[in-house]
């Protein structure tokens, strides 16, 4: 995912306020960077439980640029973060996922596999963590 949060802020990473001082001009850099990646992070892990993850990318470092740049911050966001989504999408379709992110290994309600993420050496997330109890017992 490293290179989806790298291009969404190589695209945006030139439009922070052109009239701050350099240190903050630096430190809105940085926190663009970091928000980039958690964001990516956040949907590599939670992927169907993240909506609308541009938007919410968005309100929080749309603050480090100028209104005139908003609108072009805003489609790079999602420029980005719809590329990522799309290939999260595949590699779950492919079952590719499996490979790289462990999964929960309870059945929802509806029936479908638990698509969360375990807690670390856990085979198990949140929710169902309770069933990791019963199968040990
Ligand atoms: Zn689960």
């Known amino acids: ?3 989806y949060s790298r291009a969404i802020y190589r695209s945006v990473k030139d439009l922070v306020d052109p009239y701050a001082d350099r240190l903050t001009q630096l430190e809105s850099r940085r926190a663009v960077l970091v928000a ?3 964001t990516m992070e956040r949907l590599a892990s939670d992927p169907l439980y993240f909506a609308k993850p ?3 990318l968005f309100q929080d470092i749309r603050r480090h640029f100028p209104i005139t740049v908003q609108a072009e911050v805003a489609w790079a ?3 980005g973060v719809t590329a990522a989504v799309q290939f999260i999408e595949e590699q779950i379709e492919s079952g590719l996922l499996d490979g790289g992110i462990a999964r929960c ?3 929802t309600r509806k029936g479908k596999p638990c698509q969360r ?4 050496d856990r085979d198990y997330c949140p929710s169902h963590q309770h069933l990791e109890a019963k199968a040990a017992a």
Request: proline residues 11%; hydrophobic residues 25%.
């Open 117 to 120: 993420t375990p807690l670390p």
């Open 105 to 107: 290994r309870a059945t």
């Open 54 to 56: 541009d938007r919410a």
């Open 77 to 79: 966001v999602q420029q």
């Open 1 to 3: 995912m490293y290179q």
């Open 36 to 38: 980039c990646e958690q």
